[in-house]
């Protein structure tokens, strides 16, 4: 994996955790709007909206330099409209950079031909 790619993959991982805080904060926010005088909605929808805008701009720009199949490209799009999807976006994003350093580390020693 080049450095670009594993830049671009980095700020999807970074930008993940926010944007499914701030939905659900904006959830919380919309139901306290309906039940009490509290009314966050106004705020917590910009801050969620400018989140997930920053989500898609990433997660295309990581699919257009990690080669992503459409399956794999689709998941992190749907993860990033469920309310807790970019907690395990995040994850998943993780543990497939983690792989890759390990590969390439093997590649480096010549313990694989990957």
Do not use: Q
């Amino acid at each position: 994996m080049d450095i670009k790619t594993a830049t671009a993959i980095r700020r999807l991982r970074l930008v993940s955790a926010p944007e499914a805080v701030s939905f659900i904060v904006l959830l919380v926010c919309s139901v306290l709007k309906r039940t009490t005088d509290f009314n966050a909605v106004p705020v917590m929808g910009a801050i969620h909206g400018v989140l997930f805008v920053l989500y898609v701009l990433f997660w295309a720009d990581a699919w257009n330099r990690a080669k992503w199949s459409p399956g794999t490209a689709a998941l992190y799009f749907v993860l990033s409209v469920l309310p807790t999807g970019g907690f395990f976006a995040e994850r998943k994003l993780r543990r497939e950079a983690e792989a890759a350093v390990i590969a390439a580390r093997a590649r480096k020693e010549g313990v694989v031909n990957a």
